[in-house]
């Protein structure tokens, strides 16, 4: 079978099924943003592990050695985010190949280094090859989360609230921006927001720390690889369906205004564009409003944007006009090319 029939995420599906269901210690095995594994003091260790391949992942014609490294850890704290959870160390493995300089490679770890030691996490090992063609950077970080307050995709519930942090499609926007020849270091204000959201994202640490503390949510993810894809992700681990409505999603003034440079409605990049690295989280509805304070006195911007339905009626949007139509789970997956 070609790899193209099934995508990314059904051959991941394919290696889940070859393990036998997690047992212990193993909490969270295959399938969520990290894996959890039961240790001393009732704290659980989080693992999870990226790998960032040039070509696919990031272009050396628009990213810095700084920031592909600080996007690497970026993309591994956000998993770790999206638990709940607190990361702590980091192993780092690179390929690189002939001719790299010295100084690109330190770069890589200054960009690294430029949010590890915001974040307090530090590497502690890894490994080093030399690459035919291309360079790979593969990057492991472990966390940990308190048992009682883990965050998983699989805690949704028909009724729940569906929020979001932040906004939507910026990232995909700024990448779009960039593939169209913009400089990096453009100095118009309008659009070297949406490029900085793609080259030097945030990850939402402080956010998920704060929701899973005061155990605010039922289920969470981090939105990584685009909103559809990553709430369908919510919908199976949980057995739900999702509705979101059109005119909540979050949207920056920035990508609105540059809706004339891009080529597709800001609500493209929104649904289906990926690397934003907000937080997706579902709250029990009788919470919502104490949820929504909350936040808002924690200092975090957060957008109600749907609601979880039954499993039976799939991923619909609710447009303007309170029409509605169906959500296809489109996003990053690697592999498929329908
Ligand atoms: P994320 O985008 O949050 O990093 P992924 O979609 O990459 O999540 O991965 C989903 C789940 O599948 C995770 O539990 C991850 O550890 C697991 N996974 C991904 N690739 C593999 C693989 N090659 N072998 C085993 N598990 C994998
Ligand atoms: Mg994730």
């Known amino acids: ?10 051959l991941i599906k394919r290696v889940k099924r070859l393990f036998a269901r997690n047992k212990e210690p193993i909490v969270v095995g295959i399938g969520d943003d990290a894996a959890a594994i039961r240790f001393s003091g009732g704290r659980l260790l989080l693992l999870t592990s990226d790998l960032l391949i040039e070509g696919i992942h990031f272009s050396l014609s628009y990213s810095s050695f700084f920031q592909i490294g600080r996007k690497a850890l970026t993309a591994n704290i956000s998993d770790i985010a999206a638990m709940g959870g607190v990361p702590l160390f980091t192993l780092v493995s690179l390929a690189i190949p002939e001719g790299y300089r010295v100084e690109d490679i330190e770069e890589l770890y200054r960009g690294m280094a430029d949010l590890s030691r915001t974040i307090g996490v530090s590497t502690i090992g890894g490994d080093t090859s030399a690459s035919k063609k291309g360079f790979f950077i593969s990057l492991s970080l472990i966390g940990e989360v ?9 805690g949704a519930r028909v009724g729940d609230t569906i929020f979001l942090t932040g906004t939507m499609g910026d990232s995909a926007a700024g990448l779009e921006l960039l593939r169209g020849g913009i400089k990096t270091k453009t100095r118009d204000k ?10 030097k994202p945030n990850p939402r640490l402080k956010e998920g720390r704060f929701i899973a503390t005061n155990q605010l949510a039922t289920s969470m993810i981090d939105i990584s690889d685009g909103l559809a894809i990553d709430l369908s992700h919510i919908c199976e681990e949980s057995k739900v369906g999702a509705e979101i ?11 609105k205004r540059a809706r004339v440079r891009l080529k597709k409605d800001p609500l493209f990049y929104a649904l289906g564009g990926g690397e934003d690295y907000e937080l997706l989280f579902t709250v029990d509805k009788k919470r919502t409003e104490e949820v929504m304070n909350l936040c808002k006195k924690g200092g975090l911007t957060v957008s109600y944007i749907g609601n979880i339905i039954p499993p039976k009626n799939g991923m619909s949007i609710i447009g303007a006009n309170g029409k509605k139509r169906k959500l296809k789970a489109t996003g990053y997956e690697h592999f498929r090319k329908t």
């Not at 079978?1 to 059904?10: K, S, Y």
């Not at 308190?146 to 699989?154: A, G, M, N, V, Y």
């Not at 059109?246 to 949207?251: G, H, Q, S, T």
């Open 1 to 10: 079978m070609d790899l193209a029939e099934i995508g990314e995420f059904g």
């Open 146 to 154: 308190e048992e009682d307050l883990i965050l998983k995709r699989s």
């Open 190 to 199: 309008k659009v070297g927001y949406l490029i900085r959201r793609h080259l």
């Open 245 to 255: 409505f059109e005119e909540r999603i979050p949207l920056s003034d920035e990508i």
